[in-house]
């Protein structure tokens, strides 16, 4: 998925203190993102549940952070990238319970 100017953008006015265009950024990236979850997440039990959670987490990782990003036009891959370490944390804290269940 190419940026587009409009996501360009509105990455720039978040940076810069626009609130709203927070709002453009997600209806402009929520099917990237899911879709970078989903590949990661499909299979596992609860996995809608578990995307919503983990949708929900890198938009507001991405909220927190966004001023560390220092090229715009990456915003898709920095963002993805975001959202696949949410993934892989979240399988991980799970083999860390079946570990403890397990002892």
Do not use: H
């Not at 609130?19 to 929520?30: G, I, K, N, S, V």
Request: hydrophobic content about 35%; proline content about 1%; charged content about 25%.
């Amino acid at each position: 998925m190419v940026p587009t100017e409009k996501l360009r953008q509105a990455v720039s006015d978040y940076k810069n203190g626009d609130a709203q265009a927070f709002t453009l950024l997600y209806q402009e990236t929520d099917k990237y993102i899911y879709t970078c979850i989903y590949k990661v997440m499909q299979g596992n039990d609860n996995a809608a549940d578990i995307i919503s959670d983990i949708m929900q987490d890198t938009y507001v990782e991405v909220s927190k952070n966004i001023r560390q990003l220092e090229n715009e036009e990456c915003f898709l891959q920095w963002a993805g990238m975001i959202a696949t370490r949410k993934c892989y944390a979240y399988l991980k804290r799970g083999r860390q319970v079946m570990k403890n269940i397990r002892r």
